[in-house]
């Protein structure tokens, strides 16, 4: 199971990867339907095969680099999906031992099997927001509870050393939990800027096309009630709405980023050696989540660094999650409490 869960981490970090690359190629509806591609489970290739496409979907032009693209992601997830079914069966035979994450194993299963949903409603709903930002975010969830499911099967039948604290576990635990919802926070707001494509609503820095407070649409730029139906390709959105949404992702990542300084500071004063780990693992994260933030305003946001930027804000995330489940784990909890 150990093994089997290792696996599917590395397939789901490709998925995430794979994924921000479809998605920022422009290529979210590089096959029109789900789960094919054309009517097939392999894109069009020869001139019979793209007539006959062209003819199912007149519509949809074939592109067959974008269509691959498209494939090459749901191949990926689908061997994700296949994986963690193999995981959740497998632990009907471990359920009655101590200290098996039984229940961790199906809500994982459970994650996937919706996950997979908002796959298939990113096609057919033509990259409505709501769900592209939903999908996003279910890649990083399902990333997560993989990490922690490893981390409980390698504790199975081992001691765990409880935590080292110089300050109350409950101060630590409301600082951990406060830098997960603001991270949560900060995912969302650049999940929603990359689906409603407002990343270069802002060409220049630290202004906004050289306004320090431009004319901005808040209510339009964070409408959630968007209708389902249009095709959102390209965005929908005015300029005044997509920088809305730009200028509150630069100040919301200020504001988690003065938070991480201040947790780093509060967690490398502790004598746990866990925890101190923790503050460098942040620290280095979210500093080169920043750089690479600033790098796609400076050139124009060139797809590698953009997917770099999506990678390591999916690591960040799963960090600040581990962070929290060691807080929260009965299993390291302090002697005192």
């Not at 409603?121 to 993989?146: E, N, R, Y």
């Not at 080292?164 to 939990?177: D, E, K, Q, V």
């Not at 992702?249 to 947790?263: P, S, T």
Request: hydrophobic share 50%; aromatic share 12%; glycine share 8%.
């Amino acid at each position: 199971m150990g093994r089997l869960t290792l696996l599917a981490l590395f397939i789901v970090s490709c998925v995430i990867i794979l994924g921000s690359w479809t998605r920022l190629a422009d290529a979210g509806l590089g096959c029109p339907d789900w789960p094919g591609c054309y009517g097939s489970l392999v894109v069009p290739q020869t001139a019979s095969e793209i007539e006959e496409a062209q003819s199912l979907y007149p519509n949809s032009p074939v592109e067959v680099s974008k269509g691959w693209m498209e494939m090459i992601h749901r191949y990926f997830a689908t061997g994700l999906g296949f994986i963690i079914l193999l995981i959740s069966l497998g632990s009907w035979v471990y359920r009655r031992q101590l200290n098996y994450p039984f229940k961790h194993t199906q809500l994982l299963l459970a994650v996937v099997i919706l996950q997979g949903a908002f796959g298939a409603w990113t096609v057919t709903w033509k990259l409505w927001p709501q769900v592209v930002t939903a999908h996003l975010f279910g890649g990083f969830i399902t990333a997560s509870l993989l990490s922690i499911l490893y981390i409980r099967l390698s504790r199975m039948g081992r001691h765990v050393r409880p935590l080292g604290l110089r300050n109350p576990l409950g101060s630590l635990r409301l600082w951990a939990l406060i830098g997960l919802l603001l991270t949560i926070e900060q995912i969302f707001l650049g999940g929603w800027m990359s689906s409603n494509y407002a990343a270069m609503a802002c060409s220049d820095l630290p202004a906004c096309n050289g306004e320090w407070w431009p004319q901005m649409k808040f209510s339009e730029g964070f409408n959630l009630m968007q209708s389902i139906g249009p095709n959102y390709l390209g965005g929908l959105m005015d300029s005044e709405a997509r920088k809305a949404i730009h200028v509150l992702h630069r100040l919301g990542a200020v504001l988690l980023g003065g938070y991480i300084l201040l947790m780093v500071w509060k967690l490398s004063q502790q004598t746990d050696s866990r925890l101190r780990f923790f503050a460098v693992l942040l620290l280095t994260l979210f500093s080169f989540q920043f750089c690479l933030g600033l790098a796609n305003v400076y050139w124009n946001l060139p797809l590698p660094v953009a997917v770099a930027h999506n990678f390591v804000g999916a690591l960040l995330f799963i960090a600040m999650v581990l962070l929290n489940y060691l807080m929260f784990s009965r299993r390291t909890r302090p002697s005192y409490e």
